[in-house]
């Protein structure tokens, strides 16, 4: 993507001239709330490693922590108030808390939160509403929260003042494209901890608020770039002053666990593909992942908001995804694959019959691989005739991904090893006709996601991070495009089903 | 130009001309967006090298035009013999043993067979894509913005002035921004032939700057032989500094990090851990006005 010379010349500007206004907001409520649930947090500590407990602390935890993050009143369902609050109230019924010594500062939690979820204010939204009546220009709301972006921008626009108000994700502020305003929820200490405090050392705006609640605490402040400064110096964004203020309630967020085998185990198993693949995790907008293989076949679906016309949607290898990409996934349910209904369609009515084959030929060869081993197998494979046969291409050719090899002699050698031969012709056209349907179906879904896309306004994806994108050809599955956040390139080994699941990490 | 732009334009020019010896310096940037930084950096860089009457490195550009005579073309070149300048063409080569023999067809004056000792007498008639030969060794706004009235040795001997070490896509689109020599004027030149990157360039361009991929997996390795002239090294962002800087080690580096990316702080912590190696504060080196937004380090270290 190529920024734009005016772009980055304001980018410069607002360099010398942004200010930062810090607000502190009194709220009793949630100050009860969270002054409880830090009392039971060290009540717990290390003594009731259950996991009663640490589901219950979790959960009270994760909601305290959308509080602080989301404008939204707080009976509202989407900061899932009520869903933690019964939650909590079942917890609580477990005999390892109803009879342990901190059950009463657990009930204590389990108060606190039933009188925050029935209050219908919010005092993050009536602080964002008085700095939209006098702020003028173009205003960016920035929440982590990006999941619950379009619950916070359908409770914005119910106001006149702020129904003109962007919804950003911090990710976005990395483009130099610039707002007038930002109002910036959370303190800036937390977005130091996910290395998001570009937002304040590189601002994209001239006005920075930031809004956040009188007991926490915020130790940020702007450090040099560099240790030694041998040469100039910057300006930097003005920091209104603070007020003194009260005791700070200190509860840490719950980073996500950022590991492939986390992640696959999260993805859960699935028993028809257990052969195992290398892959490396992808971090995804809003707390998400997903793993990819690690092959150079390997290709995926990606959409590039700022190109126009055929290069919006591509297909690229998987090893040339970086954060910044917007990945492609399925969304729906625990199918993965999305050229495969597609493929499958275009085979009609002998797609089943066609796969059926697949499947033999393939259930066979993982069957000799799981008892003799890759390496036995590839070298009984080779005597067979396929001079190509190596531990490695074993692997590869009892992936689901691969549908047959491009030589003729090395798929019937294979065959032969596997008790197919004399049906190894028929197979090879059979496999012929899958491949045909799946280079067809790429094009297809490429061709329908392109038409879909031609005319989208995708400056949403831009700003939350995340897109949902439903073909009407294809109802019964759904698809979102993630923008990557990290790429964590380190390789293991994880079964061939968990490739390409979005997976929550939350 | 807008200041930020011209505080990179005339760092990359300081680095260029600065001493190396047994020492070299190291510049670090921390600003607010990376977006057009190298490349203004470069053409500075560039720039000051085209006055800077250096000569080519022989083998190198030996191997160039080894490469071209092989292709079995009639390409235009003007050979310098005693003080003249005779036109004449490349067009074939030769080996005897180890021996390595370029023969150029000076008409009338019969063939040459150059060795890579004497290749730098050999100059590459400019050949733009397909339109033809010699338009840009008339260009006024690249003569304007170069300072250099006659272009034909900056668009007939390559010699590696800059590597960039970026993120390709990104780099791109960028050098085909189009600048004026100077405020006033109303001509311009696209930076793309200012930088003459040499994957871009068609054949027998004389290229001036190298682009590397910033990911190791990418290849596009610079050959030791091209490093030996201390090109300036411009690493655009962090990632291409913390995954590639060590094999630029003994040349002037300029390193631009945007607070903005990811990697950032490991890059600024690396740059510190570099600082305190250092065995100078580069005091030669002049940094122009910083503008606003922008962090710099500057120190020397051991070549």
């Keep these: ?506 | 130009m807008p200041e930020w732009a011209q505080f990179f334009l005339e760092l990359g020019q300081e680095i260029a001309c600065y001493e190396v010896r047994d020492r070299v310096p190291v510049v670090a940037v921390s600003l607010p967006a990376r977006s057009y930084a190298a490349m203004f950096a470069a053409v500075g860089v560039v720039r000051s090298r085209a006055r800077i009457n250096t000569i080519a490195d022989n083998e190198e550009y030996f191997e160039q035009l080894w490469d071209l005579a092989g292709k079995g073309d009639r390409i235009p070149v003007e050979y310098r013999e005693a003080g003249k300048r005779i036109q004449g063409y490349l067009t074939g080569r030769s080996q005897d043993g180890e021996v390595r023999r370029l023969h150029i067809d000076l008409g009338k004056g019969g063939v040459r067979k150059i060795t890579p000792q004497i290749a730098s007498r050999i100059v590459l008639k400019e050949k733009i894509g397909k339109q033809g030969r010699g338009k840009a060794n008339r260009n006024p706004a690249l003569s304007a913005v170069l300072d250099l009235p006659d272009l034909t040795d900056f668009l007939g001997r390559a010699r590696l002035d800059c590597i960039i070490v970026a993120q390709k896509n990104e780099i791109r689109p960028e050098s085909g921004l189009r600048i004026r020599p100077y405020q006033s004027a109303n001509i311009e030149v696209e930076v793309n032939d200012i930088l003459r990157v040499k994957e871009r360039l068609v054949d027998w361009g004389a290229y001036r700057t190298h682009i590397v991929s910033e990911r190791l997996r990418d290849n596009g390795r610079v050959p030791q032989e091209s490093l030996r002239h201390a090109p300036v090294v411009i690493f655009d962002g962090a990632k291409g500094f913390i995954q590639r800087r060590g094999e630029f080690t003994g040349l002037p580096w300029l390193i631009l990090l945007d607070r903005t990316e990811r990697g950032y702080r490991d890059a600024a912590q690396e740059v510190d851990a570099l600082d305190s190696t250092r065995v100078g504060d580069a005091e030669k080196l002049r940094i122009p006005h910083i503008p606003q937004g922008v962090e710099l380090v500057a120190f020397e270290v051991r070549r």
């Design chain 1, 1 to 506: 993507m190529i920024a734009r010379l005016t772009d980055v010349n304001r980018v410069y500007e607002l360099a010398g001239q942004a200010r930062i206004h810090r607000y502190r907001i009194a709220y009793q409520p949630l100050r009860d709330y969270a002054r409880s649930l830090r009392r039971l947090m060290r009540a717990v500590g290390d003594q009731y490693d259950s996991l009663a407990w640490r589901e219950f602390v979790r959960r009270a935890r994760g909601y305290y922590h959308r509080c602080l993050a989301l404008p939204l009143p707080f009976h509202h369902e989407a900061l899932g108030g009520r869903a933690t609050l019964a939650a909590l109230q079942e917890a609580f019924e477990s005999p390892e808390i109803r009879y342990s010594t901190p059950a009463d500062m657990a009930l204590e939690v389990i108060q606190h939160l039933e009188d925050l979820v029935a209050r219908r204010d919010n005092p993050l939204l009536e602080k964002i509403l008085e700095i939209a009546e006098r702020e003028q220009g173009d205003i960016a709301l920035v929440t982590s929260e990006t999941k619950m972006q379009d619950s916070i921008a359908e409770e914005l626009r119910r106001y006149p003042q702020t129904s003109e108000i962007r919804v950003v994700s911090p990710e976005r502020l990395r483009d130099p494209t610039a707002f007038d305003v930002l109002c910036v929820l959370g303190t800036a200490s937390w977005y130091e901890l996910r290395e998001q405090d570009y937002i304040f050392t590189a601002p994209r705006a001239r006005e920075i608020h930031l809004l956040r609640y009188t007991f926490q605490r915020d130790s940020w402040e702007e450090d040099r770039s560099f240790t030694r400064l041998s040469r100039g110096s910057r300006e930097k964004p003005q920091l209104l002053p603070d007020e003194p203020q009260e005791e700070y309630v200190e509860i840490e967020p719950e980073l996500p666990s950022r590991s492939v085998v986390e992640i696959a185990r999260r993805s859960g198993t699935d028993e028809r593909y257990e052969q195992e693949v290398p892959a490396f995790a992808v971090y995804l907008e809003g707390e998400r992942a997903t793993l990819l293989e690690d092959d150079d076949n390997a290709r995926v679906f990606i959409i590039d908001p700022t190109e126009e016309g055929d290069e919006r949607v591509q297909r690229i290898p998987s090893a040339s995804v970086e954060p910044g990409t917007f990945l492609l996934l399925r969304i729906d349910s625990k199918e993965r694959d999305y050229i495969l209904p597609v493929a499958n369609e275009l085979l009609g009515s002998d797609a089943e019959v066609l796969r059926q084959a697949q499947r033999r030929w393939k259930e066979k060869l993982r069957e000799r691989i799981k008892v003799y081993g890759h390496t036995w197998v590839a070298e009984r494979i080779k005597e067979s005739g396929c001079e190509i046969s190596t531990p490695t291409n074993v692997r590869n050719w009892a992936s689901e991904r691969f549908i047959r090899h491009n030589d003729k002699q090395h798929f019937v050698s294979v065959m032969r090893y596997l008790g197919f031969g004399p049906k190894a012709d028929e197979l090879w056209e059979m496999m012929t006709r899958i491949r045909h349907a799946h280079q067809e179906a790429g094009h297809k879904l490429r061709k329908m996601l392109l038409q879909h896309v031609a005319s989208m306004d995708l400056s949403a994806l831009l700003d939350k991070g995340y897109m949902e994108f439903n073909l009407p050809e294809y109802q019964d599955f759904r698809m979102g495009a993630f923008r990557v956040i990290e790429v964590d390139r380190r390789s293991e080994e994880v079964p061939e089903a968990q490739i390409g699941r979005l997976i929550d990490l939350e």
